[in-house]
T-cell receptor, first 116, second 111 residues
Framework: GAVVSQHPSRVICKSGTSVKIECRSLDFQATTMFWYRQFPKQSLMLMATSNEGSKATYEQGVEKDKFLINHASLTLSTLTVTSAHPEDSSFYIC????????????FGPGTRLLVL | SQQGEEDPQALSIQEGENATMNCSYK?????LQWYRQNSGRGLVHLIL?????REKHSGRLRVTLDTSKKSSSLLITASRAADTASYFC???????????FGKGTKLTVNP
């Protein structure tokens, strides 16, 4: 099956620093990638949708200047949490979809971010 | 927005028993998907059922969909300790490319 990787798997950073999370589709080209956030014992909340070569579409309430998304190639999307604060601590998960009409999203293993 | 709502929120059973989880949603859909998440890990796609399908099987999994009631159920038969995980339903809200996840059911299968 399709494989999606994320790096790093966990990161601890100081408040005020920026953190970049990478999401890669390893064996397919992902026209669309999605970024989710998950709080402990809660469901996934979609943050943004990114299509290769275009600007990401953010969900209501998600600050685009805070969570920078870049989808520069068909196999890589990055999420940068800028000026991170403790409330940004969460589990960030990406997913990728192979084609415009593919219904299944393949999820990465997630990145645990802890901001001190 | 949270569209899918699973129940129960938590389910604890013995190995060998069947586990049934339900999901309700609010808007029209093209398909509904079930995912599994082990603690602190990513999601694994289990099964997709389209709006014109009523039932689908995959190994020990059986999914039903009732579009008139806007509900779906996931049945895991002959459960194993390794089935312990959280299970989420997700719908394509109004047929969009976005997935909207429910709150999930945490299943514990005791050996």
């Amino acid at each position: 099956g399709a494989v999606v990787s994320q790096h790093p798997s966990r990161v601890i950073c100081k408040s005020g620093t920026s953190v970049k999370i990478e999401c890669r589709s390893l064996d397919f080209q992902a026209t669309t990638m999605f970024w989710y956030r998950q709080f402990p014992k809660q469901s996934l909340m979609l943050m943004a949708t990114s299509n290769e070569g275009s600007k990401a579409t953010y969900e209501q309430g998600v600050e685009k200047d805070k969570f920078l998304i870049n989808h520069a190639s068909l196999t890589l999307s990055t999420l940068t949490v800028t000026s991170a604060h403790p409330e940004d601590s969460s589990f960030y998960i990406c997913s990728a979809r192979e084609g415009l009409f593919q219904e299944t999203q393949y999820f990465g293993p997630g990145t645990r971010l802890l901001v001190l | 927005s949270q569209q899918g709502e699973e129940d129960p929120q938590a389910l604890s059973i013995q190995e060998g028993e069947n586990a049934t989880m339900n999901c309700s949603y609010k808007t029209s859909i093209n398909n509904l998907q079930w995912y599994r998440q082990n603690s602190g890990r990513g999601l694994v796609h289990l099964i997709l059922i389209r709006s014109n399908e009523r039932e689908k099987h995959s190994g020990r999994l059986r999914v039903t969909l009732d579009t008139s009631k806007k509900s779906s159920s996931l049945l895991i038969t002959a459960s194993r300790a390794a089935d312990t995980a959280s299970y989420f339903c997700a719908t394509d809200e109004g047929g969009s490319e976005k997935l909207v996840f429910g709150k999930g059911t945490k299943l514990t299968v005791n050996p």
